[in-house]
């Protein structure tokens, strides 16, 4: 079993910077893949950036150039730096990792990210 937990969240005007932590604990040698996925208020959860065991990454057209994902791999932490914040980026952020060996995924609890105009 692996476990995650989040921290960085919190209240930042637009325009402003916040970032994201999120630690893996337990059985963190058969993670590969880690992300960050994100709820709004009345939308479904959505891919914000990925990041391989390699290195690569992947982000999704809304926050391309505004955020960057790094790792750690030593530390088994995934972090998320986002900046320019919008309004529209107000959301719970999860923090994902992927089992090697299960088709399912691990799941943070979630920080809330929350942008005011």
């Known amino acids: 079993q692996v476990q995650l937990v989040e921290s960085g969240g919190g209240l930042v005007q637009a325009g402003g910077s916040l970032r994201l932590s999120c630690v893996a604990s337990?059985?963190?040698?058969?993670?590969?893949?880690m992300a960050w996925y994100r709820q709004g208020p009345g939308k479904q959860r959505e891919l914000v950036a990925l990041?391989?065991?390699?290195?690569?990454?992947n982000y999704a057209d809304f926050v391309k150039g505004r955020f960057t994902i790094s790792r750690d791999s030593a530390k088994m932490m995934v972090d998320l730096q986002m900046n320019s914040l919008s309004p529209e980026d107000t959301a719970v952020y999860y923090c994902?990792?992927?089992?090697?060996?299960?088709?399912?995924?691990?799941w943070g609890q979630g920080t809330q990210v929350t942008v005011s105009s």
């Open positions: 337990g059985s963190i040698r058969r993670i590969n893949d």
């Open positions: 990041i391989t065991s390699g290195g690569g990454t």
């Open positions: 994902n990792a992927k089992d090697i060996y299960l088709s399912s995924p691990y």
